[in-house]
């Protein structure tokens, strides 16, 4: 299994306060990402990173920042918590060079928000 | 934009038969990858099997095989004789081709129950 840890596993916030969950790798790959999964959606991409420092929106971005200063950690915070983003998060991560590599993401264990 | 429809919710099957699930996609790219996930309830997502685009030949991973009928857009897994452990969401997943850093697009998944 690729070494990825999320952390915390579990956070329990009230509406307003900010909230930050990591990512860490111990793979050294260069991409990583962060993706949301709510009941009736399947998972959907919040941002991404391409590599240290260098990190673009996917497809449910509003409300959300990411940063990126080491390669193995990647932060998703939530600048002002809502209900609406009470969900499970997961990070996952893929490497670069041949398409066998980068095409193949890994996933990690997953945190469970609940915004008050 | 890239879409993907998983249209059974869930499915039941008893230990040992042979089950099919579907899913179809729509997209305008050439080349990309395709992805079945197995996220069983621990969460942990798990890759079970894909398939590149430009091959012709269907992927096949011990009792997990798809059916990717590229002009139809349609990639379907087909599990043979199967087993308690396989029951699990299943997500099937598209990611365009050409580079590392897009993210998946997932179907909103099928729950598969495998009875005793």
């Known amino acids: 299994d690729a070494g990825i840890t999320q952390s915390p596993r579990h956070k329990v916030t009230e509406t307003g306060t900010p909230v930050t969950l990591r990512c860490h790798q111990t793979?050294?790959?260069?991409?990583m990402y962060w993706y949301r999964q709510d009941p009736g959606h399947g998972l959907r991409l919040i941002h991404y990173?391409?590599?240290?420092?260098?990190?673009d929106k996917g497809e449910v971005s509003d409300g959300y920042s990411v940063s990126r200063s080491k390669t193995e950690d990647f932060l998703l915070t939530l600048e002002s918590a809502t209900s609406s983003q009470t969900s499970v998060y997961f990070c996952?991560?893929?490497?670069?060079?041949?398409?066998?590599?980068?095409?193949?993401?890994?996933f990690g264990p997953g945190t469970r928000l609940l915004v008050l | 934009a890239q879409t993907v429809t998983q249209s059974q919710p869930e499915m039941s099957v008893q230990e040992a038969e042979t089950v099919t699930l579907s899913c179809t996609y729509d997209?305008?790219?050439?080349?990309?990858?395709l992805f079945w996930y197995k996220q069983p309830p621990s969460r942990q997502m798990i890759l079970v099997i894909r398939?590149?685009?430009?091959?012709?030949q269907n992927a096949t991973e011990n009792r997990f095989s798809v059916n990717f009928q590229k002009a139809a857009k349609s990639f379907s897994l087909k599990i043979s004789d199967s087993q308690l452990g396989d029951t699990a969401m299943y997500f099937c997943?598209?990611?365009?081709?050409?580079?590392?850093?897009?993210?998946?697009?997932f179907g909103k998944g099928t729950h598969l129950i495998i009875q005793p």
């Open positions: 398939q590149e685009a430009y091959k012709q």
């Open positions: 793979e050294n790959h260069r991409y």
């Open positions: 997943a598209f990611m365009k081709g050409g580079g590392g850093a897009d993210g998946l697009t």
């Open positions: 990173s391409y590599g240290v420092k260098d990190t």
């Open positions: 997209t305008s790219e050439n080349n990309y990858y």
């Open positions: 996952a991560i893929s490497d670069s060079g041949s398409s066998a590599k980068w095409e193949t993401q890994y």
